[in-house]
């Protein structure tokens, strides 16, 4: 069973940053891709930013274009967010999540298979 574990979340001030974290337990499983959705209470998870595993190839929603960044370690299957310019609407649980196999509407949530466990992530003055 894979296994996604999440890592860096936390609470900042307004325009702080924060770099998130995730590894994949399964060292055999090579991901297609791997990405990050956040989620607040009441509301439905949503798409933050994924990557592709085999070519590098990124994709962000519009609320973070331009203030994250997402990346990717291969040889430690692990892939960083790195969150700046952070604002109060960025307070959510955040997510990773892979799925098992190629897949082509990437910024569907139901696509992923395999999720961590969540990390709350807090911007507030």
């Known amino acids: 069973q894979v296994q996604l574990v999440e890592s860096g979340g936390g609470e900042v001030q307004p325009g702080d940053s924060l770099r998130l974290s995730c590894a994949v337990s399964e060292r055999t499983f090579s991901p297609y891709f791997m990405g990050w959705f956040r989620q607040a209470p009441g509301k439905e998870r949503e798409f933050v930013s994924t990557i592709s595993y085999s070519n590098g190839n990124t994709w962000y929603s519009d609320s973070v274009t331009g203030r994250f960044r997402i990346s990717r370690d291969n040889a430690a299957n692990t892939i960083h967010l790195q969150m700046n310019t952070l604002k109060p609407e960025d307070t959510d649980v955040y997510y990773c999540?892979?799925?098992?196999?190629?897949?082509?509407?990437?910024?569907?949530?139901?696509?992923?298979?395999?999720w961590g466990q969540g990390t709350q992530v807090t911007v507030s003055s």
């Open positions: 999540a892979t799925p098992r196999r190629q897949i082509w509407r990437i910024k569907d949530v139901r696509e992923y298979d395999y």
